[in-house]
């Protein structure tokens, strides 16, 4: 199939770690390139965000990636790319009526907005992923939500709109089912997880305490980092690596950093918080390797990609008990859910954890079988060959013989 996916913000060549950019860059990277493995065209359409990035460049995997220009060429917050979507809708439409894909694949709403826009004219199926609900995060969120004030709305027309819907957890159905009119397909498929990187098999990174915890991603607030900081205060011999945001030598003036490491004097653990800034991707297995635990506590997740990476490398996840990390995580299973916002209920999980090398044991190795069971991305890439084959199907021209409808 030819296979076009939109990912107006999330490029899957983008540098991980800022604010923008995190599990939607590597879902939409790694599905493309397990796409192209199963013999399948695949090109991300993904807005220009530098004036000397190429119009298209074939990335890792054989994914060619297509650079729509749709405002100025520069690194704009995600939030306020909604007045750009018309013009990078019109770009679609004109490269997508010279050479038509089979199947359009967008991923969050404003690309489903530019997709749907381009695509119905010509009569092309379109799937969308939301990666996350604005009802959600405007629940979680309230004021402080910086979404365009029609977010709402288009979502709910998508939801008419799009020929099927590809959610990853079923807690996103249960909220697409309260939110708007049930889309005409919705099936469930799961994030994946790079299990050529991420084992238990390799080095590990040197410790600095007995014990170490690890965060590993964006750290906006609703992450949740302020409240792992604050459960050291009740764990001694314990140091925590904060692996995200900024390059190393910008720690210092980055507003997160600068509020994190405030919080961390405030608690009087700064001397155990060690902020690492982005770190390569291919140094993140050693890295989790080298804790005890990976810790992702945030107050909302659709689904939450770095619990399943900790998993693949049999080191136990902490996470909250919300979104598609109930899911992921089996508690005391495959790892621990904690409360969101309950630092001291934290401290008491990781305390447990540390301090029982065989309970470690245990849930690491059952996370790794789950992790190489369910989640590996040729077979994410299989199912969500299905999902495409079956909207395509169902939006072909009827054609009546004998046995039926072909």
Not at 122 to 127: F, R
Not at 210 to 224: Q, Y
Not at 240 to 259: H, I, K, M, S, T
Not at 327 to 342: C, R
Request: glycine fraction near 10%; proline fraction near 9%; include cysteine.
């Amino acid at each position: 199939m030819k296979v076009a996916m939109v990912s107006e913000h999330a490029s899957p060549m983008a540098v991980l770690g800022g604010v923008d950019s995190g599990g939607q860059n590597v879902h939409v990277g790694a599905l493309a390139a397990a796409l192209v493995d199963r013999g399948h065209r695949v090109v991300v359409h993904t807005r220009r965000d530098g004036p000397l990035l190429p119009r298209r460049v074939t990335a890792g995997g054989g994914v060619v990636v297509h650079h729509v220009d749709a405002g100025p060429p520069t690194v704009i917050p995600k939030d306020d790319l909604r007045p750009y979507m018309e013009g990078f809708a019109d770009v679609l439409a004109a490269d997508w009526a010279e050479d038509p894909p089979d199947v359009v694949h967008a991923h969050f709403w404003m690309s489903g907005l530019a997709a749907v826009r381009a695509a119905r004219p010509l009569g092309i199926p379109v799937v969308i992923t939301f990666h996350a609900l604005g009802v959600v995060k405007r629940r979680h969120q309230g004021l402080a939500d910086t979404s365009p004030p029609d977010r709402l709305r288009v979502e709910r027309w998508l939801l008419s709109e799009a020929d099927g819907v590809i959610a990853t957890c079923h807690d996103e159905v249960r909220e697409l089912r309260r939110f708007g009119p049930p889309p005409r397909s919705v099936r469930v498929i799961p994030c994946g997880v790079d299990l050529g990187l991420f084992s238990p098999f390799g080095p590990a990174a040197t410790r600095g305490a007995p014990h170490r915890i690890a965060v590993v991603g964006r750290l906006v607030e609703r992450k949740g980092v302020a409240d792992v900081i604050k459960a050291l205060e009740w764990l001694p011999d314990t140091e925590l690596v904060v692996a995200g945001g900024p390059n190393p030598a910008e720690l210092g003036c980055d507003p997160d950093v600068v509020r994190l490491r405030t919080a961390a004097r405030r608690c009087g653990v700064a001397d155990r918080v060690h902020f690492l800034g982005r770190v390569a991707r291919a140094e993140l297995p050693a890295l989790i390797r080298s804790s005890d635990a990976v810790v992702s506590v945030p107050s909302y997740e659709p689904f939450g990609m770095v619990p399943l990476e900790a998993m693949a490398c049999e080191v136990p996840p902490v996470v909250s008990a919300v979104g598609g990390l109930k899911e992921t995580v089996s508690d005391g299973k495959t790892g621990l859910l904690v409360p969101p916002g309950e630092p001291r209920v934290l401290a008491a999980t990781l305390s447990k954890l540390c301090s029982d090398p065989a309970l470690k044991r245990r849930l690491g190795a059952a996370g790794g079988r789950r992790a190489r069971a369910a989640y590996s991305w040729p077979s994410v890439a299989a199912a969500t060959e299905g999902a495409y084959r079956s909207v395509s199907y169902d939006r072909a021209p009827a054609s009546f013989t004998g046995s039926g409808r072909r």
